[in-house]
């Protein structure tokens, strides 16, 4: 095999490469709009914060949050403590509380 076939090789491995890791990506977005909307929408939203890996967020009503469709998202963990969820998200974390202070 001369050098042109090993260069068509590598070609074709990069771009199946590619292709599997852009399938494989989530639209984080998306999936923040998803999150937001599990959490009874922007507007049940008081305020938010982040510390390493979890997310805490307050809410005017706790009762028509989601857990379920939070945790089918990635959420390791969710703990209620009166009108504060504990979510524990891991690095999206940081990236949620930036969509949401732009949302608002």
């Known amino acids: 095999m001369n050098y042109f076939e090993y260069a068509i090789i590598v070609i074709v491995l990069v771009i199946i490469l590619l292709a599997i890791l852009k399938a494989g990506k989530k639209d984080v977005h998306l999936e923040m709009n998803k999150l937001v909307d599990f959490l009874g929408g922007k507007e049940n939203i008081i305020s938010c914060e982040t510390t390493l890996s979890r997310f805490k967020v307050t809410l005017k009503?706790?009762?028509?949050?989601?857990?379920?469709?939070?945790?089918?998202?990635?959420a390791r963990g969710i703990v209620e403590i009166d009108n504060q969820l504990k979510i524990i998200l891991g690095p999206e974390s940081?990236?949620?509380?930036?969509?949401?202070?732009e949302l608002k």
Do not use: A, F, T
């Open 94 to 101: 940081k990236q949620l509380k930036r969509y949401i202070e």
């Open 61 to 74: 009503d706790v009762s028509i949050v989601n857990k379920e469709g939070i945790q089918k998202l990635g």
